[in-house]
Structure formats: C-alpha cells, structure tokens
C-alpha cells in the first residue's frame, strides 16, 4: 500500500451518552477512502509522543492503510469529566469504539491496542462487547487489580501506587484544578519536591493518612480505594474478574514480560480466556520489565534478538500488530494463526521458542526441598536445596524488624528507584541476616524451569500477623546470582480474599506464596537458588506484626520467624522442569 501523506487532526470530539466529550487525535491517510481503526485510550496524554505511540511506529500503521486514533480517558488532560482509575473504561470505551465505527474516514472494523492502563482499556471495553471490535493487543496489563497489581496475596503495592500517584497523575490533576498561574506553579514545586524526596513518602506511616496528596489537593482516589476491603464489591466496579473475562470474545493477542510487575495479570488474561472457550487468543512474554522492550533489563543483556526492534530476528513490534490486525480487521493472510499460540524467550540460552499452550505440556513439576543445619541465614550459611525429602534438620531462624525491611532489589517492579527493576545481582542483600539462602549443588547439565512457580513453606511466627516472601536466584560459576522470580504471601489472606480468622500465633502454617512465573536454563555449573524472608520495600508495604501494617499502622513490633524442614513439614519450591532443552 502506498500512502503518500498522513492528515493529522487533533481534538476531535468523542460524544458519550451522558455528554461528556472525550478528545482524540486522529492520524489517517489523506485521501477519500476507509480503512480499519486502531484506537487507544490513555491517561497519559494523547500529545505526548513517548505515552500516545510508546513501542509502535504510528506512522507505519497509516503507511499501512489504517487509521489511529489515540484518545484521552476522561478526566485526562483533553478530555472532559472526573478521573477515577479504570471506573468508567468499560463503558466509555465500548462508546468510543462505536464512535470510531462511525467516522466517515472508517470503515467500521476496529482494533485496540496498548499496554499498562491502556491494555485494560481494551479489555474492560472488550467485556462490554461493541459489536464493531473486531480484535485486541493488551500488552501487561491488569484484570483483578487484588491479583497482582495494587495488591498481591494480601499485601499492598505501595512503590507502585504511590509512585503512578505522583508521577503519571498528579501533574495533570494539578493543572485542571489550579488555573491560577501561580498557585499552579507552587503546587508543581511541591510535587517535584515530594518525588525528588519520594523514598521518604515510601515510608510514611499510616499510609492512609499520607499527607503528599492531600497537601496537593489531587487524586482522592488514592484514599478511598485504601478503603476498600479486599472482599467489598467496589474492587468488582474497577476489575477484571472471571465474569467480565468470560464475556470478552474477540480475538485477544497478550504481550508479557518475565520481568513486569503485571505478568502474572496477562498470563491469567490468556489462560482463562482460553480456559473459557475464547480460541482466538496468543500469548508472547519476552525478558522485559514494565513497558522496556529493549536487549537488556537490569544488569543482564539478553541479545539484540530480544528486542522490541529485532525479535527472533524476525521482525519489530509494530510488524507483529500488523500482522494480527491485517488477519481480523482485513482478512488478510498473514500466517499469524499458523504460528502455535504462545511464544517465549528462554533466558539463560537467550532463544525464542513457541509452544502450543501455557503452562506447556510437557512440564515435569518437581520439588527441590530446603535443607540446613540451622544456619541457612545469608548466604554464607549452610542452607541447601535438592530433591531429596527432608529428614531429622532442625528449624530455621531469622527475625523480621519492620523499622529494617529486606530493600526490594530488582523483579517486577515498578516504582522510582534507582536500580529496582528487572535481573540484578542479589549478593549484597543476602548477606542479611534476615534472609534464609537455600543453595543446590552445582548442576552437571542444563536444567530448563519454565512455566508458574510456587513455594511451599512450612513456618512459625510468635505474632498475631506476618508476611513471608520468596525468591527464585541463579546463580553462576562466579557467584553472581541474578533473580528470576518472586513473591509475597500476608498471613492473614493466605487463601484469598477473606480475612482469616483463626490465630497464626505459635502455630506451624503452610502457607503457598504465588511466585508467578518463568522461563530461565540454568546452565552446566549454575546454581538454583532460594530466598526466604518476611519483606520486600518498597515493592510491597510492610506487615507490622501487630495485626496493623503500612496501611493503618502506628507501631510495630519485630516478629521471631521458624521454618521448618523435615519428614512431617517439607518446606520447598515446586520447579516447573522441561525434560529436555533439546528442541
């Protein structure tokens, strides 16, 4: 196809049913003719070039015979209404599709596409069903923000929340409520300050009555959803849960990252939508972090074939959306649905590899048990990991100060702070005291672990509330040991969202921690490791012991943790194993 010129038309109205008017840019090709649309809706500023294009060559779409619209969500910067976090996308979306159907430039077949906040756009309008969606791309993105986003088993985000508070809403927030120019200007001199300062706002205590936001005037959202209840109905208003994913129908491309802090969300978004009957779905998780397609993430380089620009030295993200979108929105062949539906980047061989579904088939699980003579603290101790039961080993020991909790170093987070994302090399945080290292033997032969890890942990605590945390490590020849995977379990929501009742005090407890998930070959020599602790700041807020936490909490206490490894209580990591790399 041959477009010569791109018309841009910016601000065009978007009428919803209650007379709010959304606005959209729209960038087309200049001529009489109709083509299908790409939209994506944002709270991030449709004019900005990094936020309304990101990952994707805009132009090439056009170039290509499509019309993109990039439009505001309401109460964001153009567009017209109050902003309340994914409250009003479903609806608003399933109208703007419709809206982008009518055009006159349109040819009534539509597309979604985007990541983060406005991947969930598309799903959230998805489940509403307009009946012009002809297909979606959500690259990580949400479904019930309870699992795996603002919380995970039980505890809060609160790197996360605090910092998209700061940095991605309120500084246009600020600008729609203060016109005066210099009351503006104070009021951005404030935030700047606050986010030049923010790891002091990380450990402000009650979070509930952080005054960062208040002095600000903004983003009262913030507070009311500290409010909710994991088990209030208002979580059900703003998610994704199993009934609005049953309802999405449209073909369904998610785009993943071993290293995003909403993998486990997107995977969960493929598998049940899958699960539900929705064939028409593909799944690809490269070695990314949040919205970073790039080679290397963190401290570890992963090939220039696991780029955005270059992947499997095939082709570009924006070559891969056109291919999905030429199938469903121009019935195009373009050999997209002969490929198997899920694609993954193995680290450690650094290769590309599709499967035919996820978890794959193929899986062998096998659990590595904890082992140690007492002294699996740091790693220096003695703590082993190895298939073989536990027998007579006495327990393990460390004690979780609130005042001083394990820095969150690397993983899937996303926060402002230097160093905290991705793969980065663990050693100095295990010479603490406060984690429990469990180490295997060097291995003689490559070891594939792919697919949703968990970590069964048998544990004691002399306080009334705890958290406990784990993390997957492999470790090289030279000691270097770079994090693969973790997670979090609160005690007191250790199976769900209902607050347990019963006592944990002075009591052995199983508790299972969701350590999503990953695709790494640990080479000939390399080591598997495993972290036990009871914190992870400022990725998660910090239990207080006390039954209290960040959240609500005003004193805290240090809490004497026990793990037990042993006939009766074998504490382990269950390893999703691939029998072989040979492929």
């Known amino acids: 196809m041959n477009i010569n010129k791109i018309v841009v038309e910016k601000n065009v109205p978007c009428q919803l049913a209650d007379n709010t008017i959304l606005y959209a ?14 939209l994506t809706r944002l709270p991030y500023n449709k004019n900005h070039p990094f936020y309304s294009h ?83 791309f959500p690259a990580q993105t949400f479904n019930d923000l309870r699992a795996g986003s603002f919380y995970q088993n039980g505890a809060y985000g609160i790197g996360m929340t605090i910092t998209w508070a700061l940095e991605s809403i ?26 030049d300062n923010i790891e002091e706002e990380f450990r402000y205590f009650p979070l509930k009555e952080w005054p960062a936001l ?18 209030d109905k208002k979580w059900d208003e703003i998610s994704l849960g199993s009934e609005k994913l049953k309802a999405i129908t449209v073909p369904s491309f998610h785009l993943g990252g071993w290293y995003d802090n909403l993998l486990a969300p997107t995977i969960a978004n ?46 570009d993200l924006t070559d891969l959306h056109l291919r999905w ?32 579904a996820w978890p794959l088939p193929q899986t062998n699980y096998i659990s590595y048990y904890f082992h140690s003579n007492g002294k699996a603290n740091t790693r220096f101790g003695d703590g082993g990991l190895s298939i073989e039961m536990p027998r007579g080993e006495p327990t393990d020991h460390f004690i979780f100060d609130p005042s001083n909790p394990v820095p969150s170093t690397g993983g899937g987070t996303l926060f402002d702070q230097v160093g905290s994302i991705g793969p980065i090399n663990q050693r100095i945080v295990e010479e603490r005291d406060d984690i429990l290292v469990y180490t295997s033997d060097a291995l003689t032969a490559a070891m594939e672990v792919t697919g949703p890890i968990k970590v069964i942990l048998y544990a004691k605590t002399d306080a009334c509330s705890t958290d406990f945390t784990a993390k997957l490590v492999d470790v090289s020849p030279d000691g270097t040991a770079y994090n693969l995977t973790d997670g979090i379990v609160r005690s007191s929501f250790r199976t769900g969202f209902k607050k347990e009742d019963e006592s944990i005090q002075d ?28 914190s992870n700041f400022p990725r998660f807020d910090v239990n207080f012991n006390n039954g209290t936490t960040t959240l609500d909490g005003t004193t805290y206490i240090t809490a004497n943790q026990t793990i037990y490894h042993n006939e009766k209580y074998q504490s382990h990591i269950l390893l999703p194993v691939i029998p072989s790399i040979e492929k």
């Open 270 to 315: 493929y598998f049940h939508s899958k699960e539900n009957g929705n064939q028409r779905q593909k799944l690809m998780i490269g070695p990314w972090s949040h919205g970073d397609f790039s080679s290397q993430i963190g401290q570890r380089k992963f090939g220039q074939h696991a780029s955005q620009d270059w992947i499997d030295y095939k082709e």
């Open 325 to 356: 979108f030429d199938y469903w929105l121009k019935e195009k062949e373009t050999n997209i649905l002969q490929e198997k539906p899920v694609k993954i980047f193995v680290m450690g061989t650094n290769t590309w590899r599709e499967e035919e």
């Open 170 to 195: 309120a500084p246009d927030a600020i600008k729609r409520k203060f016109t005066d120019p210099l009351e503006y200007r104070q009021k951005m001199q404030r935030l700047a300050e606050i986010i």
């Open 507 to 534: 009591q052995i407890i199983a508790y299972e921690i969701d350590l999503w998930a990953t695709s790494n070959v640990f080479l000939p020599g390399h080591k598997i490791r495993v972290e036990i602790s009871s």
């Open 54 to 136: 990101r990952y994707l060559d805009t132009n090439r779409l056009v170039e290509n015979g499509y019309v993109v619209i990039v439009q505001d969500v309401r109460g964001r910067f153009s567009s017209e209404g109050d902003f309340f976090p994914f409250k009003y996308e479903g609806k608003d979306g399933f109208e703007a599709v419709e809206w982008a159907a009518r055009l006159p430039y349109s040819n009534g077949n539509v597309g979604m596409f985007g990541l983060s906040y406005y991947g969930f756009t598309q799903l959230l309008a998805a489940a509403e069903n307009p009946p012009h969606l002809k297909a979606i």
């Open 214 to 231: 208040k002095e600000l005037g903004v983003a009262n959202y913030f507070y009311e959803m500290l409010e909710y209840d994991l088990e």
């Open 25 to 38: 840019d729209v960038y087309r090709p200049d001529d009489d003719q109709q083509y299908p649309v790409l």
